[in-house]
């Protein structure tokens, strides 16, 4: 598969290695343009609170308007943040020279005294969390063309960054608030502060346990291991979100349930369509249950039986049907109460254990040639 779009250099490929194999203090921003302080001060009217358009685990986000005239999204680094810090400067290292429809453009940064900031192409229609599952008056009610093609989109630029650029990128953190959505509800990725770089021969990295609740693959959280399948079942779990309105991190539905069990009980019982968002309006029921089940090959429990992106795009576009008998059930945890030094439960039809999970310092502990 080639993409015209991106130039994957050489360059690039021996400072992804680097970045994989040393602190990412050691971080080159050669192509990203340097923005002065002044600058982005003037264009967010001094980070004036009408500005504001969101605030993350990074810091808080604002709007602005760059001299020439292009809006942007001015991220800014909170100073007490120390993980942000090797988040900002993940993210530069990352994508600053990727060029992708549906990958968020990193236009500069800012790296002065204190102030640390990241700034981004501005995307009219912000995240797709907030389209999906904002408040009644914020949300949108996306029809069906457009939530399809918003998976479309975001399993393309995830195809681009598993499979076509050199070396591979595994996102770590793919869920509807990084999902950004252009004027014309297009897709684009975003937020690549917890991204990793693959070389050529590793398949897989043991790494500290980073994402969100809710998206995170079992073998991720029980046994640390990365590979992209992490992002392909979190993938998959936006799919579900898509189509039910619903938010995988709101953890219940129906009781007890997070959206992922629900799914695979209503598939289970042959009535997966209770699972639409009643919200949608009319839709091509064949069509969504193809999306449901694809979804549901995304978030088996074995990485292995997940398919890759291109594949996962093939299933959602081509018109083939898809082997069910293939199909496993999904694995997923429950989290009891905090996320970074709990007990998690592997929850799946063939497995039960409790596991503690520990907090250890990012490394590289095992690399596996092809
Ligand atoms: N490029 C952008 N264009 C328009 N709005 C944006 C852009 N980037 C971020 N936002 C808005 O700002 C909000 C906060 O973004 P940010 O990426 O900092 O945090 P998050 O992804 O919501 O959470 P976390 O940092 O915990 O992953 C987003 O939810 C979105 O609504």
Request: proline share 3%; charged share 25%; net charge neutral.
């Amino acid at each position: 598969m080639n993409c015209s779009c991106f130039g994957a250099s050489t360059q690039r490929q021996k400072r992804g290695v680097d970045l994989v194999h040393q602190d990412t203090a050691g971080c080159s921003t050669a192509k990203t343009k340097n923005i002065s302080y002044s600058e982005l001060r003037r264009a967010t009217n001094n980070f004036h609170q009408s500005n504001k358009i969101g605030r993350g685990g990074f810091g808080i986000v604002y709007k602005g308007t760059l001299r020439n005239g292009m809006e942007v999204a001015v991220k800014t680094l909170s100073a007490e943040s120390r993980q942000g810090l090797r988040e900002f400067l993940t993210e530069i290292e990352t994508i600053s020279d990727i060029r992708h429809p549906n990958l968020v453009e990193l236009i500069g940064y800012c790296l002065d005294g204190t102030n640390r900031i990241l700034v981004y192409e501005y995307l009219e229609n912000k995240s797709l969390d907030r389209a999906l599952f904002g408040s009644s008056t914020s949300n949108v009610k996306l029809d069906w063309d457009t939530r399809a093609a918003i998976c479309l989109g975001t399993g393309t630029g995830l195809a681009f960054l598993h499979e076509e650029l050199v070396p591979h990128i595994v996102h770590r953190d793919i869920k509807a608030s990084n999902i950004l959505l252009d004027k014309d509800y297009k897709p684009k990725i975003g937020d690549f502060g917890l991204a990793k770089l693959f070389p050529d021969n590793i398949t897989h990295i043991t790494t500290q346990i980073k994402g969100t609740t809710g998206y995170l693959a079992p073998e991720y959280v029980m046994g640390r291991q990365l590979t992209s399948k992490a992002d392909v079942y979190s993938f998959g779990v936006l799919l579900l979100e898509t189509v039910s309105g619903r938010s995988s991190g709101s953890g219940t539905w129906q009781g007890q349930k997070s959206l992922l069990e629900s799914a695979w009980e209503f598939y289970e019982e042959g009535k997966l369509l209770e699972l639409v968002d009643p919200e949608m309006g009319d839709f091509p029921e064949k069509e969504v249950l193809k999306y449901i089940k694809v979804a549901l090959f995304c978030t088996q429990e074995k990485a292995n039986r997940r398919p890759i992106m291109s594949q996962v795009l093939d299933m959602l576009t081509r018109n083939i049907k898809l082997n069910e008998e293939e199909l496993t059930p999904p694995g997923f945890f429950q989290d009891s109460g905090g996320f970074s030094s709990t007990q998690l439960k592997l929850k799946s039809s063939e497995s039960s254990t409790s596991h503690q999970m520990s907090s250890v310092p990012l490394t590289i502990t095992q690399v596996t040639p092809r």
